[in-house]
């Protein structure tokens, strides 16, 4: 029986697959999310998988013919309206497949494909004019933690990617509070790290838009987060929800993640 329990912000769990499942493997992990999951537990907790472009379709028939209680996004967009951009894909086509989010800015794109906070800020632009919405990503690598300068990094690159966003927009975006250090290495920052930027992030909207556009404004923890440990990070006040990468390719932890204000230490 679920605990009665009520959030300022209805909290967001979210499964970026990164580059794993084909098309036929989204549909199996979906439909067994979806399965564990009751209506009243997907009324409380907002839940979105976040597979591959390639699997796309796939989860938008299953969850369309189905009327499934799940959300789901891509994992990037191009800056770009359509045209000559070999491999890019256009924000209009990922609104046309029904998604509701787009993660933007993860530190694998920065990383990887050499993204900087002009870009981010470019697909953020991209992903509004698309009417989909943002799953920002800002974190620091383990030298500015070392260095403390974790939040100024943070806070430096919200406003580099929200440069020239109006209240309007910004009212709907997610943010996501990803430590470089934390991704995939099992290295869960601790509830305390986590409220500690969540909260300068929340501090940061505030006073470049308004407190109450703040206070409505999901903001996020990602970074080896587990079954075992994300009550204890959801307990904290201004985390929202989570963005899941490892854990949320297995059906079963991911739906235990999901379920996380039955989880004892939740209470
Ligand atoms: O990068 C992440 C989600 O976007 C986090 O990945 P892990 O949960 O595998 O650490």
Redo the contacts with the bound molecule.
């Keep these: 029986m679920a605990k009665k329990v009520t959030f300022e912000r209805r909290p967001l769990i979210a499964g ?1 697959w990164k580059m794993n499942l084909n098309h036929l493997e989204a549909i199996a992990l979906t439909q067994k999310v979806a399965i564990s999951l009751t209506e009243e537990q997907l009324a409380l907790v907002e839940v979105a998988v976040i597979p591959p472009f390639t699997d796309l379709r796939s989860v938008q028939t299953l969850v369309d013919g189905d009327k499934l209680h799940l959300v789901y996004g891509a994992q990037d967009l191009s800056p770009h309206d359509s045209g000559a951009y070999t491999g890019d894909i256009s924000g209009s086509m990922l609104a046309k497949l029904g998604c509701t989010y787009v ?1 933007i800015g ?1 530190s ?1 794109r920065r990383e990887y494909h050499h993204e900087d906070d002009t870009v981010v800020n470019a697909k953020v632009k991209a992903a509004y004019k698309h009417g989909l919405t943002p799953i920002l ?1 800002i974190g620091e690598r383990l030298d500015v933690r070392e260095a403390a300068g974790h939040v100024p990094h943070c806070t430096a690159q919200l406003d580099a990617a929200l440069a020239k966003i109006s209240a309007e927009q910004v009212a709907s975006i997610v943010i ?1 509070y ?1 430590p470089v250090w ?4 099992g290295k869960v920052a601790t509830p305390e790290d986590a409220q500690e930027v969540c909260a300068a992030i929340r501090t940061r909207l505030a006073e470049k838009y308004s407190p109450e556009i703040a206070n409505g404004i999901r903001i996020l923890y ?4 587990k079954a075992k440990n994300v009550a204890a990070i959801m307990a904290q006040p201004d985390v929202d929800g989570a ?5 949320s390719t297995d059906a079963d932890e991911f739906a235990t993640i999901a379920r996380f204000p039955e989880h004892a230490t939740a209470s």
């Design positions: 970026n993660v993860h694998e990503c996501a990803e934390a991704i995939g290495t990602g970074g080896s987060v963005l899941v990468g490892g854990a």
